[in-house]
């Protein structure tokens, strides 16, 4: 969590960015959407379901009889691969571009709505031919390409459920999510190219599945993207292009209930296990289809909408597979790294296709500024008119720099608070009514409601921090844990009685504007991605080097914060284990194993003890003093006081070799 000082100083910016007449004349969101959807909060929101094209339309707009567990819509019927494709090409828009897909090596591919939709058909007929029905998981472990846009609308469409699964994440935590979900098919790549070379996804699939250790799968479908060898195993393996070339083009869409499940994903929380994150059909697609729109301010027959976030995460499901393709959108997608094969790669893609709204984080936005505008300046960026920016509070030099080197200091930047659970934007500006503030989301969308508490819940002044709460349910709210409806209630409805809590803290400022000040939890943030302290810990302890383990969060200049672990070795082991530097080397790749790449802490101290409180329970607060070397805090509550000493002496003498 950023400390409270620093952003004491930066609420007191005064800087304020008022959006120009011209911008505000022609912009979807007009200033009245706040005072309608205020004066009726569920008509509000059942109009903006109306927009969507229901099979069945529904009578009833919110049951939250049997709160926290929410129906929305409940009576009606959609379904949502038809309102992202099928109606498009019906309302005469089949020509329209849906994807122009950018690989990393330089290969191209541009689909429009009519060439997506026979995709999606054929697909979901696979899908069906390989006896998967409405309400079956299907995994995806793919890397950014067409393909696993086609395999998501497919697989809703026919009314199974998904869950996507970062490419990055190991053998072993794609299997946990499998045998979480009982997924029936995985689709999954030979491989992606990343960073200029071919990285292989399929022996991470095999890996997962063998040895019995996932009974449910009776298929993997294989897109080939790379070429690679691939490991074939016949009585389970399907080349996708092969399955596709003998189905039929034709798949009439029929209406799911709003509340039928649409997707699991899977994401860290305080505890080792990631929890699967339930989203459902109607109310997720109207708040999904909603934001996009109006916060991205999104202009369906010109705009060239570009959300750099992988589908593996719900940013990547909420504002690619499925926001942008209700409304119509054209948007990029591109597989790779933004440095390659040079850090031109992003600008070259905004000029090629004349990007005129971008969506990304504030980790590649510094990553960014720190090669300077040397690289920006050969390209034209000036098709660039709205500025999207999600994972973490973007500071407010990485704002101005957003602005004034992408924006050419005029697009707006939009600031969008969101979590997994909440399926879409809650906080965010509207580009062409917010006066924007460098390092503030602002305000909550219309139809959200929102309160920053203290520790007794009561709500706090402008002026003041306290914790994020969410007080009235919202049409994409999660529907629960997969499998676990105690623990949903346990994590996010008891803290506060009757409101959401977010895990995050936050504080007002004099104008009601809200700043993040990150999590109040163990759960990191880095990247953007939400990583839990304890599942990491887990990871290291499972190593048999490995003792004891503690994990946090430190600050860190490009990806906002890092994973710092501090472990104590087993003494019986202390014959097999070399040098610091090796250790340290072969506990990173254990955790790049166990959980995944992005998992690795950047730092390891081994330590002689961990500080605990009487109760044991480690002091993480001290621990992250350590890692930020900063002077230690308060310690009188530890058990052994001297602890501390011992720590930081031994670093100091570790750095002084
Ligand atoms: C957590 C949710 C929403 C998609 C990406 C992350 C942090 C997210 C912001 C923002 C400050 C933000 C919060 C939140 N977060 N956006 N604009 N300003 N913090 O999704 O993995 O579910 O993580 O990301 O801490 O709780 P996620």
Redesign the pocket.
């Given at each position: 969590m950023s400390s409270e000082h620093e952003i004491e100083n930066l609420s007191h910016e005064s800087r304020s960015f008022a959006p120009s007449a011209e911008f505000s004349k022609s912009a979807i969101a007009q200033p009245n959407i706040y005072q309608d959807s205020k004066a009726n909060r569920l008509e509000f929101w059942a109009d903006r379901a109306r927009e969507l094209d229901w099979s069945k339309p529904f009578t009833q707009t919110l049951d939250w009889s049997n709160a926290p567990f929410a129906k929305w819509f409940a009576d009606g019927e959609l379904n949502v691969s038809y309102n992202c494709l099928d109606r498009h090409v019906e309302a005469g828009f089949g020509k329209r571009v849906a994807l122009f897909f950018e690989g990393e090596p330089g290969d191209t591919k541009v689909y429009t709505y009519l060439d997506l939709l026979i995709e999606v058909k054929k697909a979901a007929n696979v899908l069906l031919k390989l006896g998967v029905t409405a309400g079956d998981r299907v995994a995806i472990y793919m890397p950014m390409i067409p393909e696993a846009i086609i395999a998501m609308q497919a697989v809703v469409r026919i009314g199974a459920v998904h869950s996507v699964v970062f490419g990055g994440f190991s053998a072993d935590s794609l299997a946990s999510r499998i045998q979480d979900a009982e997924a029936k098919v995985v689709i999954t790549a030979d491989g992606g190219f990343r960073k200029g070379k071919a990285s292989a996804l399929k022996p991470a699939v095999d890996e997962a599945i063998a040895d019995g250790k996932c009974p449910s799968v009776t298929n993997v479908l294989v897109v080939k993207r790379t070429g690679q060898d691939v490991a074939w195993n016949s009585s389970l393996d399907l080349w996708w292009d092969e399955e596709m070339h003998v189905v039929e083009n034709e798949h009439v869409a029929q209406g799911f209930n709003a509340e039928h499940p649409l997707f699991i994903l899977y994401?860290s929380g305080t505890t080792g296990k990631p929890k699967g994150i339930l989203h459902t059909t109607g109310g997720y697609l109207t708040q999904a289809a909603f934001t996009h729109k109006n916060v991205f301010d999104l202009h369906a027959a010109q705009d060239i909408y570009w959300c750099t976030a992988d589908v593996g995460?719900?940013?990547g499901h909420s504002y690619v597979a499925y926001g942008p393709l209700a409304n119509g959108a054209t948007q990029v997608i591109y597989e790779g790294t933004p440095d390659s094969p040079d850090w031109g790669r992003w600008w070259d893609i905004v000029q090629k296709y004349h990007v005129s709204i971008l969506y990304t984080a504030p980790t590649a936005i510094r990553s960014f500024m720190k090669i300077g505008s040397s690289v920006t300046k050969h390209y034209d960026l000036s098709s660039i008119r709205v500025l999207g920016?999600?994972?973490?509070?973007?500071n407010p030099e990485a704002w101005m720099w957003y602005r004034e080197v992408i924006g050419s200091s005029k697009a707006p930047i939009v600031?969008?608070?969101?979590?997994?659970?909440t399926g879409a934007i809650m906080v965010s500006p509207l580009p062409g009514i917010t006066h924007t503030k460098p390092g503030s989301?602002q305000v909550a969308i219309p139809g959200i409601e929102i309160s920053v508490v203290n520790d007794e819940g009561q709500e706090i002044q402008a002026g003041h921090g306290g914790y994020l709460t969410i007080t009235e349910p919202w049409p994409s709210m999660l529907r629960g844990i997969w499998g676990d409806p105690e623990r949903f209630k346990e994590t996010y409805w008891s803290r506060f009685e009757g409101k959401y809590f977010?895990?995050?803290g936050a504080k007002l400022d004099e104008d009601g504007d809200l700043w993040?000040l990150?999590?109040v939890d163990d759960v990191m943030?880095v990247s953007?991605?939400?990583l839990s302290t304890t599942e990491i810990e887990s990871a290291l302890v499972s190593h048999p080097f490995v003792a004891e383990a503690a994990v946090v969060g430190a600050k860190d200049e490009t990806t906002g914060q890092a994973v710092v672990a501090f472990v104590i070795l087993r003494r019986s082991q202390l014959d097999h284990i070399g040098s610091e530097a090796d250790t340290s080397k072969i506990l990173r790749e254990h955790v790049a194993k166990e959980i995944g790449a992005i998992a690795k802490p950047r730092t390891i101290f081994v330590v002689a003890e961990l500080p605990k409180t009487r109760s044991g329970k480690i002091m993480r607060r001290l621990l992250r003093d350590v890692a930020e070397d900063r002077p230690i805090g308060d310690v009188t509550t530890l058990a052994d006081t001297s602890v501390m000493d011992t720590i930081t002496g031994r670093l100091n003498d570790g750095a002084s070799d």
């Open positions: 994401t995460w719900i940013t920016s999600v994972g973490e509070s973007i600031d969008t608070w969101w979590q997994t659970e989301a977010a895990g995050d993040l990150g999590r943030n953007g991605h939400r």
